[in-house]
T-cell receptor, first 114, second 114 residues
Framework: AQSVTQLGSHVSVSEGALVLLRCNYS??????LFWYVQYPNQGLQLLLK??????LVKGINGFEAEFKKSETSFHLTKPSAHMSDAAEYFC????????????FGGGTRLMVKP | DVKVTQSSRYLVKRTGEKVFLECVQD?????MFWYRQDPGLGLRLIYF???????EKGDIPEGYSVSREKKERFSLILESASTNQTSMYLC?????????????FGPGTRLTVL
């Protein structure tokens, strides 16, 4: 069985500060890992994903995440927060034999202060 | 671009009513999913379908049913709506192979049951 834990249901940063959203997973098979973003009153949009290969993955809007197998982590970062980054972020995991099923974390709401 | 549309953005129903939520995707995806989203709980899978007329229960199927008569359309049915089914409902679709299970989401339907 797979599971995802996102530490911190709410994170607040100042505009221009580093954004760090934490995600830890458990999986019995090599995982595929995803970060989705949800802006207010919208569906989820893919930010980035890790499947195989390079462990540092770059996504849209300046976000990146690093797959660390030894730490079972896939934390999301952005060097400098922008007001438009305020949204809810979801980490998700699937596996090659998981039949395209995604398991989601509980979400982290990012607030950006001016 | 993949497009997933949902029939309503906002819906208000009364307890005991039968409710239909419709979802349509235009990219010939085999898999379709219904989730509900509640604060702090992330996304929870209600039902999914990997082919026409096929359906599988997710994590929280109680009180819901689904219908998939055509490949592009996946309907969620609340046979007798209850107040604890007030939630945001998200539909998603994915290919059966490739893209490592990436799912594409609709904008969501916010359902209120009075």
């Amino acid at each position: 069985a797979q599971s995802v834990t996102q530490l911190g249901s709410h994170v607040s940063v100042s505009e221009g500060a580093l954004v760090l959203l934490r995600c830890n997973y458990s999986s019995s098979v090599p995982p595929y890992l995803f970060w989705y973003v949800q802006y207010p009153n919208q569906g989820l949009q893919l930010l980035l994903k890790y499947t195989t290969g390079a462990t540092l993955v770059k996504g849209i809007n300046g976000f990146e995440a690093e797959f660390k197998k030894s730490e079972t982590s896939f934390h999301l970062t952005k060097p400098s927060a922008h007001m438009s980054d305020a949204a809810e972020y979801f980490c998700a995991v699937s596996g090659p034999n998981a039949g395209n099923m995604l398991t989601f974390g509980g979400g982290t709401r990012l607030m950006v202060k001016p | 671009d993949v497009k997933v549309t949902q029939s309503s953005r906002y819906l208000v129903k009364r307890t005991g009513e039968k409710v239909f939520l419709e979802c349509v995707q235009d990219m010939d995806h085999e898999n379709m999913f219904w989730y509900r989203q509640d604060p702090g709980l992330g996304l929870r899978l209600i039902y999914f379908s990997y082919d026409v007329k096929m359906k599988e229960k997710g994590d929280i199927p109680e009180g819901y049913s689904v219908s998939r008569e055509k490949k592009e359309r996946f309907s969620l049915i609340l046979e007798s709506a209850s107040t604890n089914q007030t939630s945001m409902y998200l539909c998603a679709s994915s290919l059966s192979r490739g893209l490592a299970g990436e799912q594409f989401f609709g904008p969501g339907t916010r359902l209120t049951v009075l």
